[in-house]
Structures are given as structure tokens and as C-alpha cells.
């Protein structure tokens, strides 16, 4: 864990903001996490326990988002931390804290089936927050996100002119874009995943939802099931997103989509949000300085190379992945 920035100024404010709250005077502060964005984490120990600050520079990150998101999830029992204090003006937050043990650290063959049965539930009730307040997860957003693909991974990490591949993938992109538009929106995380997912419990603490959009039924499922982060099995993961669609809320009508259609859904989401990932990984490097999410391209890829010949809209994907260097994708047999 990095050190504590004690000359850094900001670090001086978050420090002089703290010992103004009540009880905080004599706080002892560590380091707790940095995410992929302009936000650190400090942890805040008193005698009456440890609490999460947030600190999101106003000019870099807007906190009222992760404020309004986590109010709107709260009141529907989603597990969540609460806000304690905040400062809009300064962004900082002092949130519960959930400890520092994700669910990437406790997933393994024992509790894999314990520890997604219960973020599955969660998602559920993600799922029945009313979503219309959120912005939607629309057709040009989708294709900005593809883009990051074409742009970042292609463009500035391989070196290639993205202008080519741009126009071989149109098609396979309108296919990604139709899919995701075609499903019943609702409630959308967007990025439900092991490393945001905390052991609090029987239950998961969801942190890190301020991107939260109203967008497609299957993209939290597949941000979790298909993680980034840790792969499973295929026939563990399809039981799981079956068992999921089988659990579906009546308004989504759950009898109505069949096992294909829903797969469907779901393989052709995947597809979307890795080859946003695996752009976003290569911007992490190139633009902040953050190379440490490059070893996650291969897994990442790997889902696509995987997924991409089972349609006939995705097999032009499949193509040009095979001609990329072999070390950015993963293959498996799972």
C-alpha cells in the first residue's frame, strides 16, 4: 500500500477537514486503496472503530453522483456503505467501512458458489432500485466505449492506425450496440466485480457505483460472472447466469426469455464491456501512468477470442484478435 502523502497539501486539507468532525481530533490515518480514477481512499482509526474517507479532487471528480446513487440504493436494502459526513466543496466523504478483504482474496473452489449465490442476490436487489433518475447507458455511449478499443489498444499500445479496423469492426459493433439496446433496461452497477465486491458478512458491501447507469438487464451479471479479474469454468458460469435469469424479478418477465435468448444477451454484452476493458487498461498505462492492469489484458481478451466464433455478427472480431501479439490473449479450455 502506498505511503501516506504527508507533504502533499491535499492530504494537509483531507487532515484539517477530519480533526473538524466530531470524535476525529486525534484520528490515525493509513492509506487505504487508490481505484482506476482520481480518488484515493485513507482509512480513519478512532477508539470507536475505523471509518473509509474518500477523497475526490472537485476539479478531477464529481462526489454528488456517489451520493445520489448510494441514497437511491440504500433505501432499496442494497449493502452499501453510509455516508457520514461530506463535504461537496472539498470532495471528501467519511464513509462505514467494509474492510479490506474483497471478494477477489476469498473466492476460491470452496466459496465460489457461497460467495456469488450471495452477490447474486445483491444483485437482485441492484436490480429493483428504479433506474429512471440514472443516465442512460445509450447508443452513443456504448459505441464511445468501443471505441476505447479501437483507440487505446490498437492505436496506442500496439502502434497500428485504428482507422482500418474501425471500419472491418462496424458491423460487429452495430451487433454489440443492437444487443445491448434490445434488453430490458434497468439498475446498472457497472462495475460489479470481485475487487468491488467486500466480504462484510453473509452479505457483499457493494463500493465503488458513482458510474452507475440505466442501461442492459445482462452487463452487471457479466461484469461479475466473466470478471476481469479471476475466470471460472464455462459451464459453472453459464449455471450461474441461468440460475440468475431463473430469480429475475416478475417485471422482467423472466418465463418469456429462454436459455438462448438469454445467453444471447449475455455472451454478446460480455464481448462489449471486455473490449472497453481491455482499451480502458491501455489508457490506464498510457495516459495516468498506471501500468499494473496490463497483466489483466490476456484474461480480459481471452473472454472475447473465446466468445466471438460462437455468432456469426461477432466472427469478423475473432479474426482480427487472432492476428494481435499471442501474449494479449489468454486461451482456455474452461
Known amino acids: 500500500m502506498p505511503e501516506i502523502p504527508t507533504h502533499d497539501p ?4 483531507l487532515r484539517q477537514w477530519l480533526r473538524g468532525l466530531p470524535g476525529f481530533d486525534q484520528a490515525r490515518l493509513t492509506t487505504a486503496s487508490a481505484d482506476a480514477s482520481f480518488r484515493r481512499y485513507f482509512r480513519a482509526t478512532t477508539e470507536a472503530g475505523s471509518w473509509i474517507i474518500m477523497d475526490a479532487p472537485p476539479d478531477k471528480e464529481d462526489i454528488q453522483p ?26 471528501f466523504l467519511l464513509l462505514d467501512d467494509f474492510g479490506d478483504r474483497a471478494y477477489l482474496d476469498a473466492l476460491n473452489e470452496h466459496t465460489a458458489d457461497t460467495l456469488y449465490g450471495a452477490a447474486l442476490a445483491e444483485l437482485h436487489r441492484i436490480q429493483s432500485t428504479p433506474a429512471e433518475p440514472l443516465p442512460p447507458y445509450d447508443e452513443p455511449l456504448l459505441r464511445n466505449e468501443l471505441a476505447l478499443f479501437t483507440d487505446w489498444l490498437l492505436g496506442e499500445h500496439l502502434g497500428q492506425d485504428p482507422k482500418p479496423a474501425r471500419q472491418r469492426l ?40 458513482q458510474d452507475a447507469v440505466r442501461g442492459p438487464l445482462t452487463y452487471d451479471l457479466v ?42 444477451w449475455f455472451d454478446l454484452m460480455g464481448i462489449q464491456r471486455h473490449l472497453k476493458a481491455a482499451g480502458i487498461f491501455c489508457r490506464l498505462n498510457h495516459r495516468d501512468g498506471k501500468p499494473g492492469y496490463l497483466a489483466d489484458i490476456p484474461r480480459t481478451l481471452g473472454y472475447v477470442r473465446d466468445i466471438a466464433p460462437r455468432y456469426p455478427e461477432t466472427r469478423p472480431l475473432a479474426a482480427l484478435l487472432d492476428q494481435l501479439p499471442p501474449q494479449l490473449l489468454s486461451r482456455s479450455a474452461a
Open 10 to 13: 491535499r492530504y494537509q486539507q
Open 66 to 91: 456517489f451520493m445520489d446513487v448510494t441514497r437511491w440504493l440504500g433505501e432499496r436494502g442494497v449493502n452499501v456503505p453510509r455516508i457520514h459526513h461530506s463535504d461537496q466543496g472539498l470532495g
Open 170 to 209: 462496424a458491423p460487429v459493433f452495430q451487433a454489440l450496440v443492437d444487443n445491448a439496446l434490445a434488453q430490458p433496461q434497468t439498475f446498472v452497477h457497472r462495475d460489479y466485480h470481485s475487487r468491488n465486491l467486500m466480504v462484510v458478512g453473509d452479505r457483499p458491501g457493494v463500493i465503488d457505483y
Open 223 to 264: 461484469s461479475l460472472l466473466r470478471d476481469c479479474y479471476i475466470r471460472w469454468p464455462e459451464s459453472r458460469v453459464r449455471h450461474w447466469a441461468l440460475d440468475f435469469r431463473n430469480n429475475l424479478a416478475s417485471a422482467y418477465r423472466p418465463e418469456t426469455i429462454s436459455d438462448e435468448q438469454f445467453l444471447r
